[in-house]
Nanobody, 124 residues
């Protein structure tokens, strides 16, 4: 089993920045793609960003493109989400995820493991 633990969420003013981290531990699995999704009450889980094993391929939701950057450090089994120019509509619980496949996906059902989430609140 794989455990994913997010950190770095919090309260920030609009226009500010936050950096989320996700540490993976547990049974070793080879070359997993990882991603970030977000969720607000009453809405479906929304794709934010994804990254392949090498870090050479990344995808972003249109709503965060140019503001968010996904990255990973495989030596530390950790992925990151740098969030800049935050907007009120970025407020959500952000969830880290990973899948056995090395290929990225925007589909939440394609992922095998999920973290508990970290709250990001953007205030005016």
């Amino acid at each position: 089993q794989v455990q994913l633990v997010e950190s770095g969420g919090g309260l920030v003013q609009a226009g500010g920045s936050l950096r989320l981290s996700c540490a993976a531990s547990g049974r070793t699995f080879s070359q997993p793609a990882m991603g970030w999704f977000r969720q607000t009450p009453g809405k479906e889980r929304e794709f934010v960003a994804a990254i392949n094993w090498s870090g050479g391929t990344t995808y972003y939701a249109d709503s965060v493109k140019g503001r968010f950057t996904i990255s990973r450090d495989n030596a530390k089994n950790t992925e990151y989400l740098q969030m800049n120019s935050l907007k009120l509509e970025d407020t959500a619980v952000y969830l880290c995820t990973a899948r056995r496949s090395s290929a990225t996906s925007r589909d939440p059902t394609a992922y095998d493991w999920w973290g508990q989430g970290t709250q990001v609140t953007v205030s005016s």
